[in-house]
């Protein structure tokens, strides 16, 4: 392809999707996109239309991109000469290589994945600390339960023997004693994993807890940037296979027990054969390490693979109505479609890639076994070995290889383990996942008065770059006053709210709530003294009655009924099929956009809030809905600051202070009439929507 501002973002993207996929950290991957970005725009102006070419290549070891520029030769890695270049490579583990192949430039990085971190592993075990009592005694019982197993192989060599000599007395005794050993074992066990299940359930329930209030403390921005389907998948189903492999672990070690009570006996029968069984188990032990290796690398694109096609599936399922009501089920389905293929294909690459060494496995299995008869039947005819002996040595080889199977288990479930922990572990400690930061000053009593000094504001976009909404906006709101924002669309007028809400924190300036830098204020002086309610407000999968009982959980039948008749919502819910216990659909599908506002206007009212901000929260209404809610938030004058932005003007003419919002900067302010007067963009909207 030719080298043009339309395929250098084409090749950024999918080197990106790639590098994600691969389990590239996001700063990285960000880096990375910016300074190929400024390495393929610097041959751009050098080679406009020059061949373009990218190749993503995967091995067990690494992953590399590599990136190819036709042209005469010039090392960009070198030659390109930027301060912000030179800040983004040491953003990187590896540096990207340049070099000259048959006429093309070509820029190579091969970053270097993450390994599993071990100690993230100490987090996970951390949080069975409410149960560690009871954890400790069925880890008691595991260890009398392997001690029960390391007598098994004993028992059964002695059997054999037994059996051989033809003692049949000895051969009663042996069984009734395997017998007592296979009881007490199976009750070792049941007791043993009755207790590891509520040590489970208990770590489950602390893990998800903690890490669903982690997410909610993570920064908006970040969450928006990122996407559900990560937060949902680690939260759900890594914490779900976490506490599995935990189980695997204290499951499978009762094996390796037992192989050490092997190694005991062969030592004790034939110390020749434990020598070759020791070399058997080097070779195994190899094959399984490069069989861990192309896990751990496999193993992390197969989730993050999925973590994405989990996102698009979320939003399918979330958004079906408009999906349908758009007829978008053939465009949105290509997108799905690739995503599924995506996630099953590196499934598929994990599993084929696992089978192959599970091949190569058992194959080693079978040669070893012929050469293991072969030596005993030599050991027969040379040693003299007895044919009891080599019949008992046989059996122990075969218990061998399913102890050997046990203990690559073992390895494979400590290496899961650290990769569910990992992706668990970081969400509460990885630069990747912001979280939101509040100070230590706390207000008993909120005014209400909010200044905004000098505040700019901008979106970071997709590739990395800003995109600039306020700039150096100056404003004040007084106690108990009712204003609005008005300006087109884009201008900055939900931003504004946002960052009062501290969804979002400003990049220069400072907002002010009752002289205070909101930053320097606590998240309960900040989110307790202001309610806001948006456009498309969330109605939870609740009851009528729940949904409002978020707002306070100690609301009177009184109370709900006077603020649902204030927002105009009691009529709709006193006729719904079960009143205020009327199940709502998910994100309130069931009811009207109107509905939905109304019942979030009432929720609002319900928390006894000094600011109170609607963002565009009647704009589903109808006109005599409207001027009723108008009159309602009129009966609150003076009592709370009420902020308001909304496209039609006929909402907030009666606004104490108008203030309109132009190029992210306050252009002017007043009231309705005032603003008429003396601005002329204001009077031009308004005077458009008058015409329409």
């Known amino acids: 392809m030719e080298l043009t501002l339309e395929t250098i973002q084409k090749t950024i993207a999918e080197a990106d999707n790639f590098l994600e996929i691969g389990g590239i950290e996001r700063h990285k991957r960000l880096c990375y996109r910016l300074l190929m970005e400024e390495y393929l725009l610097d041959y751009l102006k050098e080679d406009p239309g020059a061949g373009l070419s990218i190749e993503c290549r995967t091995t067990d070891k690494k992953i590399s991109v590599i990136v190819g520029v036709r042209g005469k030769e010039r090392n960009i890695v070198q030659e390109h000469e930027s301060e912000f270049a030179d800040q983004l490579v040491e953003g990187l583990d590896r540096a990207p290589k340049w070099k000259y192949v048959r006429g093309e430039n070509v820029i190579t990085w091969s970053p270097k994945p993450a390994a599993p971190d071990l100690k993230s592993i100490r987090y996970m075990i951390d949080h069975l600390a409410e149960r560690k009592g009871q954890f400790a005694l069925a880890i008691i019982i595991r260890f009398l339960n392997m001690g029960l197993n390391v007598i098994e192989p004993i028992l059964t060599a002695e059997i054999i023997v037994a059996y051989s000599g033809s003692h049949i007395q000895k051969i009663m005794m042996i069984a009734g004693l395997m017998l007592l050993q296979r009881l007490l074992s199976n009750l070792f066990t049941f007791l043993g994993s009755h207790m590891l299940r509520h040590s489970y359930s208990s770590m489950l329930k602390k893990m998800r807890t903690g890490l669903t209030e982690r997410v909610l403390h993570i920064k908006t921005a970040c969450i928006d940037e990122t996407g ?19 189980d695997n672990l204290l499951e499978i070690s009762t094996d390796i027990f037992r192989l050490i009570s092997l190694l005991i006996s062969f030592a004790i029968i034939s110390p020749k054969m434990l020598v070759f069984e020791l070399i058997l188990f080097a070779i195994y032990g190899f094959i399984q390490r490069m069989h861990n290796r192309s896990l751990t690398v496999d193993g992390r694109r197969s989730r993050t693979a999925e973590e994405k ?83 008992v040595l046989f059996n122990y080889n075969g218990s061998m290889y399913g102890c050997a199977y046990s203990l690559s288990q073992f390895i494979s ?24 930061t509040f100070g230590d000053v706390h207000l008993d009593r909120v005014r209400g008065e909010i200044e905004f000094q000098d505040v700019s504001f901008s979106y970071r976009n997709s590739n990395g770059g800003k995109v600039d909404v306020l700039d150096k906006l100056n404003l004040r709101i007084g106690v108990g006053e009712i204003v609005a924002f008005v300006g087109k669309s884009g201008c900055g007028k939900s931003t504004i709210l946002s960052l009062i809400e501290r969804l979002y924190d400003p990049d220069d300036g400072k907002i002010l709530l009752d002289g205070y830098d909101i930053r320097d204020l606590d998240m309960d002086t900040v ?113 709370r600051t009420i902020l308001m932005v909304a496209h039609r003007l006929s909402t907030v003419i009666h606004a104490q202070k108008i203030f309109f919002i132009e190029d992210g900067r306050v252009l002017a302010q007043g009231t309705h009439e005032t603003l008429l007067k003396s601005c002329d963009a204001y009077r031009k909207l308004y005077s458009e929507e008058a015409s329409a």
Do not use: W
Request: charge should be negative; hydrophobic fraction near 40%; proline fraction near 3%.
């Open 228 to 246: 559900s389907g990560l937060f949902i998948q680690r939260l759900i189903s890594d914490t779900d296979n976490a506490v599995e492999q935990v």
């Open 413 to 436: 479930a400590i290496y899961d383990l650290a990769l569910y922990s990992e992706r668990i572990y970081q969400l509460m400690i990885s630069s990747d996942y912001e979280t939101e």
């Open 527 to 639: 989110r307790s003294n202001i309610v806001m309610v948006s456009q498309m407000p969330y109605i939870f999968h609740m009851t009528v009655r729940e949904n409002l009982m978020v707002a306070k959980r100690d609301v009177t039948e009184e109370e709900l009924i006077e603020v649902c008749k204030k927002a105009c919502i009691y009529d709709d819910i006193v006729n719904m099929p079960r009143g205020f216990d009327t199940l709502m659909g998910e994100g309130g599908v069931t009811l009207s956009g109107g509905q939905r506002q109304r019942l979030a206007i009432a929720r609002s009212l319900l928390k006894p809030s000094p600011i109170l901000i609607l963002d565009e929260a009647t704009s589903a209404l109808d006109s005599i809905t409207q001027t009723q809610i108008q009159s309602a938030i009129e009966d609150i004058r003076g009592q």
């Open 309 to 391: 096609q989990a996102g698009i599936i979320g939003e399918m399922v979330r958004a079906h109505r408009d999906v349908k009501l758009l007829h978008a089920e053939n465009s949105l389905m290509e997108d799905m479609r690739e995503s599924v293929e995506e996630s099953v294909d590196r499934t598929t690459d994990l599993r084929v890639r696992s089978m192959k060494f599970i091949l190569l496995r058992t194959q080693f299995v079978g040669v070893t076994n012929f050469i293991y008869m072969a030596l005993l039947a030599l050991f027969m005819v040379k040693d003299g070995m007895p044919p009891e002996t080599a019949l």
